[in-house]
């Protein structure tokens, strides 16, 4: 009855997956067309919006919907190959262990931060744990000129993203379900017993040993008649199944009014690992797996005619339990370091097969000493108020925000030991077995792996007006937030640790277009931390960015081949205060570690000693960034974007091991601002769309 059932959900799932999937591609058509039709050109430039033909910094975006296209269970590998300059460095693909490394243009420090500033609808936030499903779109800033007003935060460049809202139209409430199968992307070939020990003799004659296999052993590892003293075992096919199921499912409800529009959305993935499932073999185990939920719900309402909200809550909790290790890591160690013929996998008696060499036999490690489970939290919100003061000047306004942001990720480990045996012959032909471990019950421990939380408030005053051919907009932001043990800050001060990180800033955004053709932006931000010493903890980050449309030039207008061309350049500096070290490094220490002889006794007293040296002129890295970029539209087909562009870090913080002579006799020595790195290169892209009409209306 089992299998009937299990069956049936399968066949239901796929049904519902073609249904949904021809579904989702009418309304994808659909979209397609409206935005045609409506002329979509806007682009998010943190903290506001522009009209692309406007846009003097170099930034990518790319709508929620294109993620979806690739289905993965980590939002953050989707992004791989999609955005001009970004590099996704996919360290793994185990379901809830990988999380890639994101580099914009490359790694342009070799400090302790090189990630981008991940800011969502607003604020700092991390969205791995986010799904396509809720993302209107994602925007990489680049240059100078788009990251200067997040300041001594922007030198790594920035990944804006923005989640879905409602608009006015009747409820439309939409359901999709995906389903899919994951393999490994590469798994080594391994030579059998019989090739092994051939090479291995061949490579001990070749050192001028003598062999260490026999030739009657050699034929007894190729034939497998002695599979105990002679084993032919390939452990990944032991431990792995070729492939594992996913699913999607995905719930959302969108709509509104004048008054209130609103997007919410319910969201479930779940992941099988790729570990054969033992749980049947050992009720102390588990198999792998990783679930993730998601929810969202997001609100924009008109209070008055001058007064409008915003409230975005999403969140999700991800469960993830693997037999052993909560990651495959040492398992798949251990696996690369085993011959092939070096024990069986099960002993005549039972018992695991194992020797003195190698810690552990891999399928006992799975199967016999217990599981590992994980449990993560995350929940992002936010609260903005904006107010018209048309009253005062057309086009002024005013907005305040708050945000609350954390996430805890704690794991329970239950572990157990268990025994293997070698095997050999005594005198008398007698198979005799030596132990290794023995087996004990399950123990718990507990322990937290990762926890943030980060709360900020924002305003500002917004400015858009245009007079005849000439459009003025600015931005006044203020913001300060703070972040209670990020795991993006340094924490090797565990007696600093409890302490919060504050920062504060004073960003600002200034444009002038005329004529729709020559365009002049300057973006700033005053910004300061308090890990840097008292007086030198705030900076000033200018750019400068110059555009021309060349296509609104007289010579150009009738072009019938160049429909668009725009040239623009753009020169600033920001910086990066994820710099490592010690906290609060300026201050010099005196650890109670000192110990001194006292008295006729030679009685140790002990009292305060110079720990290690500050460093009083602590400061932030320095990023002066210059980029030159040329965008052009051929005909109503191909797009093409070039950018070069030039990076100069500087303050970098480094060793002074080759700077500070030993013979100053300091109790450790300072790391100081003195590394420098260069950073040049270029980005190409050609795009092509198609722009006939679809029947499918």
Known sequence: MKNYIKSFKIALVWVLTILVGQLYAQVQVDDTVVLAKAGYKEKNIGF??????????????????ELRTAFTNNI??????????????????????????????????????????IIIDGFIGD??????????????????????????????????????????????????????????????????????????????????????????????????????????????????????????????????????????????????GLYNNFKDENEESSNSKYNLFNFRANLDITISKNLSAQLNIGGSVEEKANPGDLTTGGNLNLIDRIPPGAFAVYNPNGTYGGNATYNGNPLGNVISTGFSTSTGTNLQSNLKLTEKLDF??????SSIAVSFNSYYLSSSNKRKGYQRSSVSLNSNGDTVYTPFGQNTSLTQSNSVLDRFRNSSVQASLNYERTFGKHEFSGLVLFNSDNNDINR??????????AFPYKTNGLGSRFTYVNNRKYIVEFSSSYMGAESFPPGDRYGFFPALSLGWVASKEQFLVSSQVINFLKIRASYGQVGNEYIGGQRFAFNQRYPATGS??????????????????????????????????????????????????????????????????????????????????????????????????????
């Open 48 to 65: 506001g919006v522009q009209k692309e033909d406007i846009i003097t910094s170099s930034i990518s975006t790319r709508k929620g919907t």
């Open 76 to 117: 953050g590998n989707t992004l791989n190959g999609r955005f001009p300059g970004l590099t996704v460095n996919q360290g793994g693909n185990e379901p809830g262990a990988n999380n890639p490394g994101l580099f914009i243009r490359g790694a342009n420090t070799f400090g302790f931060n090189q990630t981008p500033l």
């Open 127 to 272: 969205f791995t744990q986010m799904v396509p499903e809720e993302i209107e779109d994602i925007t990489i800033l680049k240059d100078a000129s788009a990251t200067a007003i997040y300041g001594m935060r922007g030198a790594n460049g920035v990944v804006l993203v923005t989640t879905k809202k409602g608009i006015i139209q009747p409820l439309v409430v939409s359901f999709s379900a995906q389903y899919g199968i994951q393999q490994a992307t590469a798994l080594p070939k391994i030579l059998n017993a019989g090739n092994y020990a051939t090479l291995y003799n061949e490579a001990l004659v070749n050192d001028g040993l003598p062999p260490l296999y026999a030739q009657a052993d050699l034929d007894l590892y190729r034939n497998g008649n002695d599979p105990v003293f002679h084993p032919d075992v390939d452990w990944y096919d032991q431990v792995f199944r070729k492939s594992a199921p996913l699913a999607n499912y995905n719930l959302n409800f969108k709509g509104g009014n004048s008054t209130v529009k609103y997007f919410a959305m319910l969201n479930g993935l779940t992941s099988q």
């Open 392 to 397: 005062i000047t057309q086009g002024l306004s």
């Open 488 to 497: 993006n800050y340094p924490n090797t001060d565990a007696a600093n640790q």
């Open 596 to 697: 001194y002889v006292l008295g006729t006794g030679n009685t140790n007293a002990f009292g305060l000693a110079e720990g290690r040296r500050a460093n009083e002129s602590v400061t932030w890295e320095k990023d002066l960034k210059a980029n030159l970029g040329i965008e052009a539209q051929l005909g109503n087909r191909f797009g093409i974007i070039l950018d070069i562009y030039n990076n100069n870090r500087s303050d970098i913080l480094a060793s002074s091991n080759g700077v500070l002579p030993q013979f100053l006799g300091y109790n450790g020595y300072p790391d100081l601002n003195i590394g420098e790195a260069t950073n040049s290169g270029f980005e190409f892209s050609i795009s092509y769309h198609n722009v006939e009409k679809s029947d499918l209306q």
